[in-house]
């Protein structure tokens, strides 16, 4: 599988070569991205400095923000991924010292505000991140190609296989989801 390389990646992934091809070149948003894909999706990588770094100080939450902004924009139905090379205790344990006044509760109040406020998927990998990406970037390369079920698809037939398995959104109320309606009309009880 093409996998683009953002030229700004100082340490890439070491992808398994049986598995990944490497491209380098620009990557519009984030860091690796599947080649040809047509929504330039790609998934961002951080150590667990550069996440640290990109979430404590005013500017760097600001560029965060604005990528992130920026991701949303190209990705209208995708995911938002960090892979955070890392784990939760490398956060918790990291050495602060160089960033006054701030600590691991203020990164993962940080990380919280991403997921929650920005729907945002950080995964922490810790020394598995390259394999991690790889399943990610595989699992887009089978839709923009088709390869789940043999036949290549449209634009339009990928934007739909984003949905629900059964093609379909899922339905929400102000108690949550809602419940499946049968053919009669009639609401199909939760088994107890």
């Given at each position: 599988?093409?996998?683009v390389?953002?030229?700004?990646?100082?340490?890439?992934f070491?992808?398994?070569k049986?598995q990944?091809?490497?491209i380098?070149s620009t990557?519009?948003v984030?860091?690796y991205?599947?080649?040809f894909d047509?929504?330039?999706?790609?998934?961002e990588r951080k150590?667990?400095?550069d996440l640290?770094g990109?979430?404590?100080?005013?500017?760097?939450?600001?560029?965060?923000?604005?990528?992130?902004?920026?991701a949303?924009?190209?990705?209208?139905?995708?995911p938002?991924?960090?892979?955070?090379?890392?784990?939760?205790?490398?956060?918790?344990f990291?050495n602060?010292?160089q960033?006054e006044?701030v600590?691991?509760?203020f990164v993962?109040?940080r990380?919280?505000?991403m997921?929650?406020?920005?729907?945002v998927h950080?995964?922490f990998a810790g020394?598995h991140a390259a394999?991690?990406a790889?399943?990610?970037?595989?699992r887009?390369?089978?839709?923009?190609?088709g390869?789940?079920?043999?036949?290549?698809r449209?634009r339009k037939e990928?934007e739909?296989?984003?949905n629900d398995?059964?093609?379909s959104?899922p339905?929400?109320?102000?108690?949550g989801?809602?419940?499946e309606e049968?053919d009669?009309?009639?609401?199909?009880?939760?088994?107890?």
């Open positions: 599988m093409p996998v390389i953002d030229t700004r990646e100082q340490t890439p070491r992808f398994d049986d990944v091809t490497p380098h990557v519009p984030f860091d991205a599947v080649c047509p929504c330039s999706w790609a998934i150590s667990v400095a640290v990109s979430l404590c100080t005013k500017d760097g939450w600001r560029r965060e923000m604005a990528k992130i902004d920026k949303r924009d190209r990705f209208i139905g995708l938002l991924i960090y892979i955070v090379e890392g784990t939760v205790n490398d956060v918790l990291y602060y010292e960033h006044k600590t691991a509760q993962f109040m990380i919280s505000q997921i929650y406020r920005h729907n950080v995964i020394s394999d991690f790889t399943l990610l970037l595989k887009r390369h089978e839709d923009i190609t390869l789940e079920s043999g036949v290549r449209t990928n739909l296989a984003t398995e059964d093609g959104d339905v929400y109320s102000e108690e989801f809602r419940p049968t009669s009309g009639m609401v199909r009880q939760p088994e107890t």
